[in-house]
């Protein structure tokens, strides 16, 4: 288990710096996410078993590589268990170093059951889960869930309402400019990093 946990986050992090060499390509990328998936499965098939080998990777030190923080969330998302999804959600609320890498994971899974899970990101009580499920909700573009991430567009935290902007403008729903207006004076641009 162990060895597929470290093979897919090392083609996790070779594809994301495709994004900044100048000497790799798209093939590279293609070739990486390939690479990457049998792994992801075979985690998968590990079941409880695989998530409990995952679980302190979700809450990993500053120094260490984000890859193996995709590979839980990824992992999570495509187990049909409840107890490793809840993890998830509690590294979220902290707000872990490799934040962006689990959100990631979440947003590249092909799990048909995270739509329900996004569905509960939404109605969530803590603004910061709340916000992961509207920006992986625009960016997976599940129609299904259209009308609650529009209505989060409103939303008193300000982590909530810009990412409910711009994911509804990801599923064709764009702002009035008159909406984004109040965004203009806002004091921390911190929020936005979140998208």
């Known amino acids: 288990m162990e060895e597929h ?3 897919a986050a090392f083609m996790y992090e ?8 100048p000497e ?23 079941g409880f078993a695989t998530a409990k080998l995952l679980k302190d990777k979700l809450s990993l030190d500053e120094d260490e590589e984000p890859g193996e923080a995709f590979v839980a969330s990824i992992v999570y998302s495509m187990l049909e268990l409840i107890e490793p999804m809840q993890w998830l ?5 902290q707000k872990p170093y490799h ?17 329900g899970w996004l569905k509960y990101f939404l109605e969530h009580d ?13 960016y997976r573009r599940e129609s299904s ?8 567009r409103d939303d008193p935290d300000l982590r909530v309402s810009i990412a409910a902007i711009y994911s509804s403008a990801e599923m064709g729903m764009m702002p009035d400019k ?9 004091p921390d641009t911190a929020y936005i990093c979140l998208l």
């Open 5 to 7: 946990s470290e093979e």
């Open 14 to 21: 070779s594809r994301c710096r495709c994004f900044v060499d």
């Open 24 to 46: 790799l390509s798209w093939e590279d990328l293609r070739a990486y996410e390939h690479r990457m998936i049998p792994h992801l499965h075979g985690l998968a098939l590990g």
């Open 89 to 93: 959600i509690n590294a979220l609320g």
């Open 99 to 115: 934040y962006h890498a689990i959100v990631d994971g979440l947003k590249y899974s092909t799990s048909p059951n995270l739509e």
């Open 126 to 138: 803590d603004p910061a889960i709340k916000a992961v499920g509207v920006t992986v909700t625009g």
């Open 145 to 152: 869930l259209k009308e609650k991430l529009y209505r989060l």
């Open 178 to 186: 008159n909406a984004l207006l109040p965004f203009l004076n806002c």
